[in-house]
């Protein structure tokens, strides 16, 4: 299927920091994709928290599950409003990339030890995961992706500078010094997409692992109008079968119905900008895939009932507890004695001067340490650092 005229086109792409030559039976995003993919970072999602501890349940998403369910969702709706799915696909596997282990209780843990040397940040992370910390190729650091895939990578939720704004996150200032990712506009439509793909994802997938697990029960979930309505239905047109069924069905439904929303509301959109290229996307000054008003009341009464009932459910609070002592307990310890490091890290850690500045990039070394652990890599390497029956 052609590309529409705002798709971001590969053909046109203002290329790599490294100049390469690129691949004959592939597009450059076709390649950002594949080199995503094999990242170690990539490879280590499969061990993170998405809501639940890797270890809670087999069948319940890890970061790794929730990405590929986020790229199933991105190539549906670029297929749908004409964009590039190569690109849409790319950035909803890199997403989730800079997550450390316990989800966001992790990262708020590293923040709050990073606090004096410049936080931690997630989105950051995944930058400088792509940029600087996967070492693999001969003539660069990272794995040298294409301008348009670093840049909706970081602003796939909105322009970063600008008036009112946070200050840039350290990673993301000193690489746009290098390569201007023109912070201060939205990005490309395919970024866009990604976004809201992920909100669907998360959403709809923590609704059924919280209803798996029974975090969450039917009859209290049935308060948000959204679910309730589906679930009546899937029970009418089914009326003998077991309860297991008619939650997925009618999750899968939900989801349905978000994609085409999205599709509908987005196609409004482009039609009243006329948007003639993804430069003129990115000059619009507002995003241009969204969801229509009523599913973002829906979605909002949705995830209204998620964050009391599930999210902060006590049995959830108790993990994200343990999650961030073990990310406490690591940074502090890591930063004390640095020659408890795996020696590859011992050797970027020391080579810092004792001085204000060293500490700062010392405890950012060590930051990126801890985010690259998995849960399980985090928690066996606690046990073995505090555990004194336990032999090293």
């Known amino acids: 299927m052609a590309l529409a005229v705002y798709a971001t086109h590969a053909e046109k792409t ?38 639940f ?36 696909e790319a950035l909803a596997l890199a997403h989730d990339l800079g997550h450390t282990p316990f989800g966001h209780a992790g990262e708020m843990a590293l923040n709050e030890c990073m606090l004096g040397f410049g936080g931690f940040d997630h989105n950051a992370h995944s930058l400088k995961i792509v940029t600087k910390l996967e070492q693999k190729y001969p003539r660069f650091d990272g794995i ?37 990712l023109e912070l201060d506009g939205y990005p490309g439509a395919e ?56 939650v997925a069905e009618t999750v899968r439904r939900m989801i349905n119905d978000m994609i085409l929303d999205v599709a509908e509301a987005s196609r409004k959109n482009l039609e009243e900008l006329n948007p003639q290229s993804v430069e003129d996307i990115r000059a619009c000054g507002r995003p241009v895939i969204a969801f229509s008003e009523s599913m973002k009341e829906q979605m909002k009464e949705l995830k209204d009932f998620l964050f009391p009932n599930m999210y902060r459910h006590y049995k959830i609070n108790q993990m994200t507890s343990k999650g961030k002592r073990i990310v406490r307990d690591l940074f502090s310890l890591l930063f004390a004695e640095n020659n408890i490091l795996p020696p590859q890290w011992q050797k970027r850690v ?18 990126d340490f801890v985010a690259g652990l998995t849960d399980a890599s985090a928690i066996e390497l606690h046990t073995r650092l505090f555990d004194p029956q336990v032999r090293i």
């Not at 809670?56 to 590039?84: A, K």
């Not at 990578?153 to 201007?180: C, F, M, S, T, W």
């Not at 020391?350 to 930051?367: C, F, T």
């Open 144 to 180: 040298n992706l294409s301008w348009e895939t670093l840049e909706g990578l970081v602003k796939h939720n909105g322009p970063l500078i600008g008036e009112g704004r946070e200050p840039l996150p350290l990673e993301i200032a000193e690489y746009n010094a290098v390569q201007d």
């Open 53 to 88: 501890v890797y270890h809670e349940g087999s069948s319940l998403r890890t970061r790794l599950t929730h990405s590929l369910e986020v790229s199933q969702i991105t190539r549906s709706l670029c297929r749908m409003l004409g964009l590039n799915k190569d690109l849409g």
């Open 191 to 246: 970024a866009q997409v990604a976004a809201l793909a992920d909100d669907i994802a998360y959403s709809n997938h923590d609704t059924d692992d919280g209803l798996k697990t029974g975090l969450i029960t039917v009859e209290e979930i049935s308060s948000v109008g959204f679910f309730k309505r589906h679930y009546e239905q899937v029970k009418k047109e089914y009326p003998a079968v077991e309860r297991s069924r008619i």
């Open 14 to 51: 203002r290329g790599r920091l490294y100049p390469e030559q690129e691949a004959p039976y592939r597009t450059c995003f076709q390649r950002d994709r594949d080199r995503i993919i094999h990242s170690g970072a990539f490879r280590r999602l499969e061990s993170k928290t998405q809501v």
């Open 350 to 367: 020391l080579q810092y001067p004792d001085s204000e500045d060293g500490r700062k990039l010392k405890a950012r070394a060590i930051a």
